[in-house]
T-cell receptor, first 115, second 116 residues
Framework: KAGVTQTPRYLIKTRGQQVTLSCSPI?????VSWYQQTPGQGLQFLFE???????NKGNFPGRFSGRQFSNSRSEMNVSTLELGDSALYLC??????????????FGPGTRLTVT | AQSVTQLGSHVSVSEGALVLLRCNYS??????LFWYVQYPNQGLQLLLK??????LVKGINGFEAEFKKSETSFHLTKPSAHMSDAAEYFC??????????????FGGGTRVLVKP
């Protein structure tokens, strides 16, 4: 089974621009979660989509948004980029697991640099 | 609200020595608990998980962790460190209630250095 894929792997943007990141989950997985990883704040949950609906949301400003398509692929968008948005953005997919525990499988991440 | 504390942001061990990474959690209900490993320029890989079955959980690459409810701890151990264990390790919790979805709350991470 192919793993979680994320595109692009690296991205450089300028302050004020917007960016769209893409995530393709493991085949059969309907849940996709996004996380931001920075040296200062660590790993922080952005949001989760399940069957095209946002099921959970972290404490991020409205500039961060996402969506999920009928094939479970997901995109996240960051508008009006700030320097502090520079981070590794990780996508994770999840499907039904043992005893209802939904293990999450992570992609390699998209490294976003805002200049 | 859930939280995770990993004691020690950096740990240095000699090859062949015991690896012990500490994780304490705070949760209003018994959570699911996970350990992930991250190698440079890669995503996170699941090492093991606790779901409320056996309190001693065995994972991949020789790692294991013990859930201790009374201490709200889930420490990760490996009897003998290998050079390939050099990486960053994250402890995480998730709310077992279905309505909470799959949100993971992570600890700050512990970077492991293995000395030859």
């Amino acid at each position: 089974k192919a793993g979680v894929t994320q595109t692009p792997r690296y991205l450089i943007k300028t302050r004020g621009q917007q960016v769209t990141l893409s995530c393709s989950p493991i085949s059969g997985h309907r849940s996709v979660s996004w996380y931001q990883q920075t040296p200062g704040q660590g790993l922080q949950f952005l949001f989760e989509y399940f069957s095209e609906t946002q099921r959970n949301k972290g404490n991020f400003p409205g500039r961060f948004s996402g969506r999920q398509f009928s094939n479970s692929r997901s995109e996240m968008n960051v508008s009006t980029l700030e320097l502090g948005d520079s981070a590794l953005y990780l996508c994770a997919s999840s499907g039904p697991g043992l005893a209802g525990v939904h293990e999450q499988y992570f992609g390699p991440g998209t490294r976003l640099t805002v200049t | 609200a859930q939280s995770v504390t990993q004691l020690g942001s950096h740990v240095s061990v000699s090859e062949g020595a015991l690896v012990l990474l500490r994780c304490n959690y705070s949760s209003s209900v018994p959570p699911y608990l996970f350990w992930y490993v991250q190698y440079p320029n890669q995503g996170l890989q699941l090492l093991l998980k606790y779901t409320s079955a056996a309190t001693l959980v065995k994972g991949i690459n020789g790692f294991e962790a013990e859930f201790k409810k009374s201490e709200t701890s889930f420490h990760l151990t490996k009897p003998s460190a290998h050079m390939s264990d050099a990486a960053e390790y994250f402890c995480a919790v998730s709310d077992r209630r279905e309505a909470a979805g799959n949100k993971l709350t992570f600890g700050g991470g512990t970077r492991v250095l293995v000395k030859p």
